[in-house]
């Protein structure tokens, strides 16, 4: 029988965990946050992700407002309702779920949601705000140590990785990171909050020359790029510490559904000779929520 421990990072119970403390944060103050959600269309994908967050809401004490519309909404109507919200001072924070559909323009809709109340933290100013290092004399200096400290919306996803990697003892600060994938959702601004953290960061992306022995160097690796399995073992050098963001579906006949949830990391290869590594399912999603519920609380402190 082998005795090897787990490595593991169990994004569910740091989830479970957070959710805990946020509900005793709330129960501390006489604000009770308040998240609008607003669906347009009928995916079925959305819908599950809409449910998740309204459960996750009623499990720490967040108010949610669900707002949802047909797939022939227009856009001056969902436009007009992120107006009124924006407006009412019981709702702290505005997610619009996406997709939208094809005729709406996603960053006209994004871009109307007041930067305070954009709990996802898309908005161009948050994303400035992230993106100012404050290193210039006079400039404010921001404790990236404490999210709850930081006076704008970090994105979900970029925030609950330097989470897990906190909450699992992983040290930033002089480390080599390696960022597969560049997007705005997620490459981005990790590679922004790893910067934030002191760590020395390297992006990989498609037209990276050689990049498995980019990867092969990192001590920290964070893949977010979409592809299926595609860090291979040999990619990771002994006891990195691998948080992989990407959920894929792959064709699987012996599975019920005729598919199975992947990364973007060959997790059963990887997993031999990471230091520690998350799980998909069970690793970076369930931080997603916790974080979009943190984001939510954290704008309650500020605008009451």
Known sequence: MSTKISNDIDGKAIASTIRAELKERIAATS???????ILVGSRRDSQTYVRMKKKACEECGIVSFGFDYPDTATEAE??????????????????VQLPLPSHMNENMIMEAV???KDVDG?????????CSTGTHVGAEKIDWKDMASVPFHIPCTPQGCIELLDRSGVELQGKHAVVVG??????????????????????????????????????IVIAAVG???????????????????????VDDATAKRGYRLVGDVDYTEV?????????????VGPMTIAMLLRNTVNSSMRLS
């Open 182 to 219: 560049r997007s705005n959702l997620v490459g981005l601004p990790v590679s922004m909050l790893l910067m934030h953290r002191d760590a020395t960061v390297t992006i990989v992306h498609s037209k990276t020359v050689d990049a498995p022995s980019v990867v092969a160097k990192a001590d």
């Open 227 to 249: 592809r299926a399995e595609m860090v291979k073992k040999e990619w990771i050098k002994e006891g990195a510490v691998v948080i992989d963001v990407g959920i894929n579906s």
């Open 78 to 95: 969902i436009l007009s309702k992120v107006q009124e919200l924006n407006e009412d001072p019981k709702i702290h924070g505005i997610l």
């Open 122 to 130: 898309l908005h161009p100013l948050n994303t400035a705000s992230l």
């Open 114 to 116: 007041h930067p305070s």
């Open 31 to 37: 604000t009770q946050p308040g998240l609008a959600v």
């Open 271 to 283: 997993k031999e000779v990471a230091g520690m590594i998350t799980p998909v399912p069970g690793g």
